[in-house]
């Protein structure tokens, strides 16, 4: 009698710790859980799918990021919303430009889930100093540079005839134009 109760309490406190799970609050081990990486040019890469090929890249990375903040801010721990306010995406519907510099793509890594990372392309080439005023954008991160088609002769012969437009003697000042627009407002016929 006292075996078969003996056997019946180690089978029930097997099941007892099988239902009781301890949730350990220390720092994971990071070899143990990034074991998987692939190292390529001194940077381990971890593919989320079990084909193990990397990518090959198309020319040089970009030189820039666009990030924009996905999720609300509400609930976050204190560290996350540095990080998020540091980036200047502490604003609802918030982009930012953040250089790819090591330091940067580090600060990404901890906010990734909370935001959207988008490499900057050039279609038509990279802005110049002079293009700054031109230089727009895009949701997709496409910076588009509006280069000016006309040539320099022909934006000098326009502005000459406005001036000449303007200074002309036959041209109506504004008090006479003014006057006869009333006159024809009150007697349309």
């Not at 609300?72 to 721990?77: A, D, F, H, R, S």
């Not at 110049?128 to 934006?155: H, P, S």
Request: contains cysteine; glycine residues 6%.
């Amino acid at each position: 009698m006292l075996k078969v109760f003996q056997s019946s309490s180690t089978l029930l406190g097997q099941q007892l710790k099988a239902l009781v799970s301890v949730r350990h609050y220390g720092k994971p081990n990071k070899k143990f859980l990034y074991k998987d990486g692939i190292l390529k040019d001194q940077i381990y890469y971890y593919p989320r799918d079990n084909n193990r090929e990397l990518p090959a890249l198309d020319g040089e990375p970009s030189k820039l990021f666009s990030v924009r903040r996905m999720k609300p801010i509400k609930g976050l721990p204190y560290w996350e919303k540095r990080i998020l306010r540091g980036l200047g995406l502490y604003e609802k519907n918030a982009v930012a430009v953040v250089k790819n510099i090591p330091e940067n793509n580090a600060r990404l890594w901890k906010v990734k889930h909370l935001v959207e990372i988008l490499p900057i392309t050039y279609r038509y080439g990279e802005p110049t100093e002079a293009d700054i005023e031109r230089t727009f954008l895009k949701e997709d991160g496409e910076c588009v540079v509006i280069r000016k088609l006309e040539a320099a002769e022909v934006t000098n012969t326009k502005l000459s005839a406005a001036e000449q437009l303007r200074h002309a003697k036959d041209r109506i000042d504004g008090e006479t134009l003014r006057k006869d627009s009333r006159l024809k407002w009150l007697n349309a016929w």
